[in-house]
């Protein structure tokens, strides 16, 4: 007997054997090395999903402001900023919200749209906060909101009245109303307080004034009123004159003028030195410092804003924010400052009935019908309008503050 070919047979199996091993080593780790990569893929996926939805990190709640501190908004802005800061503190000294502290994180823009979205890219990717009060104005306030809407974070505008925000996505609201609004309510008021028969229309070349201009048309081609002048004017300019001389030669009962403040003092004082003093009506755009430059050509005006002020006895949320703001800064409290606060309110009420949690915040809001210190803020199902805001007409005093006209 040979004992070569069981010793073949036996290196043989011997080896099969060990390739087996191998083999099973081999692919044992090819499965370990799966497992550890889908784990790291759920682990990146994961993170990458926190880092879109912003959690309360201990015990803090982070809210984003964008607001004009600087720039030509500024006037407009530092009030909303004071009436923000107030609510804030308010809020921490009761609690917070839901025990948990509110830091509110406050970008300045300077009226600027490009500065506003870089700032809402920084609250929104970086603070990763759910929601965002601001942008003030019209311009900066469409440029964040395809953002609003692309990271899925809350804008709630705070003065911006442009009627395109009403169509800028599902995560966009405001505090003060369209400006469709405060639009049409004028030109009423230019019909059945003035008795106007013939009006003339001098608004700016902007979104806003051109929007503006279309309402008061419409009221005025509706009621049958003579609309005898048209004119406008660009954003930044200061001589009016020679659009001015034209509007007084078509003798109208009143002038519609749709202008912020820098443009309308100087509109006003100009007005009156070419002899046209016939009542001069506008929306709230006019609302700032003008006393000092328009002198007492500012009796000539009449503008459209939010009813808010100490005669509004009713709304006893608003008295008391007016008390507590002299308090807290030593001067009274304008409707700006109640926008600011509001906001505050709203997202607090938001966080809430909703969650921590910018979707939920959202859903609530449109559920949202609440008494605030800026009066009734309440939306619809169909866009971040406010639907619930009254108004009113004003007078400027000599000391810039708005009163109601009786």
């Not at 890219?121 to 906060?129: G, P, Q, S, Y």
């Not at 230019?190 to 503006?212: E, L, Q, T």
């Not at 006893?316 to 309110?345: C, E, L, W």
Request: glycine share 8%; with cysteine; proline share 5%.
């Amino acid at each position: 007997m040979t004992l070569t070919p069981r010793v073949e047979e036996n290196i043989s199996d011997r080896e099969s054997l060990v390739f087996a091993r191998r083999t099973d080593k081999s692919m044992s780790g090819r499965v370990r090395l799966w497992i550890v990569f889908l784990l790291v893929l759920v682990a990146v996926l994961l993170l990458f999903w926190l880092g879109r939805r912003p959690t309360a990190t201990g015990d803090m709640i982070q809210i984003g402001a964008i607001d004009p501190l600087t720039g030509p908004f500024a006037s407009y802005g530092e009030p909303v900023r004071d009436g923000m800061l107030l609510a804030v503190e308010q809020v921490n000294a009761k609690g917070g919200v839901a025990g948990k502290r509110v830091e509110l994180q406050i970008e300045d823009d300077g009226g600027d749209p490009k500065a506003a979205v870089n700032a809402f890219t920084k609250l929104a990717t970086v603070n990763r906060v759910p929601a965002v009060i601001g942008p003030l104005s019209s311009a900066a306030s469409m440029a964040t909101a395809p953002l609003a809407n692309r990271y899925q974070v809350v804008q709630l505008s705070t003065l911006a009245g442009t009627i395109d925000l009403s169509k800028a996505g599902p995560y966009v609201f405001r505090i003060y109303p369209s400006s469709e609004v405060a639009s049409r309510y004028i030109a009423k008021v230019a019909i059945d307080r003035f008795r106007a028969k013939r009006v003339a229309i001098f608004y700016p070349n902007d979104p806003f004034g051109v929007a503006s201009k279309g309402f008061v048309s419409d009221v005025m081609q509706q009621a049958g009123v003579d609309i005898v002048a048209i004119e406008t004017f660009n954003d930044g300019d200061r001589d009016f004159r020679t659009q001015l001389t034209k509007i007084l030669h078509s003798n109208p009962d009143v002038l519609l003028c749709s202008a912020y403040y820098q443009e309308g003092a100087q509109i006003l004082v100009q007005a009156k030195q070419l002899g046209l003093t016939i009542p001069v009506l506008g929306e709230d755009g006019w609302f700032g410092p003008i006393a000092g430059i328009a002198g007492d050509a500012i009796k000539n005006l009449y503008f459209a804003n939010v009813v808010f002020g100490p005669e509004y006895k009713d709304n006893n949320t608003m008295q008391q924010f007016i008390a507590d703001y002299q308090q807290r800064y030593h001067k009274p409290a304008n409707s700006y400052a109640a926008a600011g606060f509001a906001g505050v309110s709203v997202i607090k009420h938001a966080i809430e009935t909703g969650g921590y949690d910018s979707t939920k915040i959202r859903d609530a809001l449109r559920h949202t019908d609440m008494l605030t210190a800026f009066g009734r803020v309440k939306y619809g199902p169909d866009n971040g309008d406010n639907l619930g805001a009254v108004y009113g007409l004003f007078q400027l005093n000599d000391k810039n503050e708005a009163v109601p006209v009786k």
